[in-house]
């Protein structure tokens, strides 16, 4: 569904534009009723995405996700809150999100489903970027090796792609689109020049990206 103003062949690049432009952003404003707060996340494996949130985000029964920018396009998700303990298997999502940004703000936590999308004047079907990650299974496995034993080339990477240099790079993310580093004030982005979904050539397919 759009507002109109899209010819079916304008609208193919949409899900893929509005996706990638999701992968950049760890941080947005999150209307919850009357109310809007600043909140950062992460993508889960399963693509929905992890916030530290209150009990006030909780209970809310109408949430959206703002994630505005000068130079990108604005992208809205309306999203639904659930709420889990950081307790078992449910820990990881909290210690992920934890790996991005350190000490969390709020005292509870939550797994935003993305239930719709509006991306360019195009309204999108939540599922075009709640995606599960097909590298999961070897990401922190390739995170570990890159920050270990290729450090100075992800430096190097960044410097040449964003023209910055960082004091402590720490790869924190890898998913089919690129490489989310942990900076010393934020999380930046590097993204592919081409997806990488294989598991199997993953480790070869990144090494070769920031050998460049």
């Given at each position: 569904m759009t507002d109109g103003h899209y010819r079916?062949?304008?609208l193919a690049h949409y899900p893929e534009a509005a996706l990638l432009a999701l992968r950049r952003w760890t941080r947005g404003d999150l209307r919850h009723d009357a109310l809007t707060t600043p909140i950062q996340?992460?993508?889960a494996p399963d693509g929905r995405l992890i916030a530290a949130v209150s009990a006030d985000m909780l209970a809310a029964a109408d949430c959206a996700l703002s994630i505005p920018d000068e130079t990108e396009p604005?992208?809205?998700l309306s999203v639904t809150l659930f709420g889990f303990e950081a307790i078992g298997g449910a820990e990881s999502n909290s210690d992920?999100?934890?790996i991005y940004h350190g000490t969390p703000p709020h005292g509870k936590w939550a797994?935003?489903?993305i239930d719709m999308a509006r991306f360019q004047g195009a309204i999108l079907d939540g599922d075009c970027l709640q995606q599960a990650n097909p590298l999961a299974g070897v990401e922190p496995r390739l995170c570990g090796l890159l920050n270990r034993e290729h450090s100075d080339k992800v430096?190097?990477?960044l410097q040449s792609t964003l023209g910055m240099k960082a004091e402590d790079p720490r790869v924190v993310g890898l998913d089919p689109l690129g490489l989310d580093i942990r900076n010393r004030f934020d999380i930046v982005r590097l993204e592919f020049p081409e997806p990488i979904t294989d598991p199997a050539h993953a480790e070869q397919a990144v090494l070769a990206f920031i050998a460049q």
């Open positions: 079916d062949d304008e996340f992460a993508a604005q992208l809205e992920r999100w934890k797994l935003l489903d430096n190097a990477t």
